[in-house]
Nanobody
């Protein structure tokens, strides 16, 4: 079992920045990758970014490429999502995920990000 706790969401003006954190606990050595998804109001959940545990390889959705950056601190079992140049369309509930080598995926409870003036 893996437990995930997100933090760092909030209200930010367009063009601003925000950093989300996701702390993992439990069977952290079983995690093969961690990532972020988001669900805008009235829309389906969508993939944002992923980072692998072994090599640190990253993958991004086209919509956030060049504006968002995913990183990790293995010592703290924490993954971050640095979000820059935020737009109103980035408004969503952001979810942290952890995929384990056995194939299951765990989800955090979500954190709200609102981009508005």
């Amino acid at each position: 079992q893996v437990q995930l706790v997100e933090s760092g969401g909030g209200l930010v003006q367009p063009g601003g920045s925000l950093r989300l954190s996701c702390a993992a606990s439990g069977s952290i050595f079983s995690i093969s990758s961690m990532g972020w998804y988001r669900q805008p109001p009235g829309k389906e959940r969508e993939f944002i970014a992923r980072i692998t545990s072994h090599s640190g390889s990253t993958t991004y959705a086209n919509s956030v490429q060049g504006r968002f950056a995913i990183s990790r601190d293995n010592a703290k079992s924490t993954v971050y999502l640095q979000m820059n140049s935020l737009k109103p369309e980035d408004t969503a509930v952001y979810y942290c995920t952890a995929r384990i080598y056995a194939g299951s995926t765990y989800w955090g409870q979500g954190t709200q990000v609102t981009v508005s003036s």
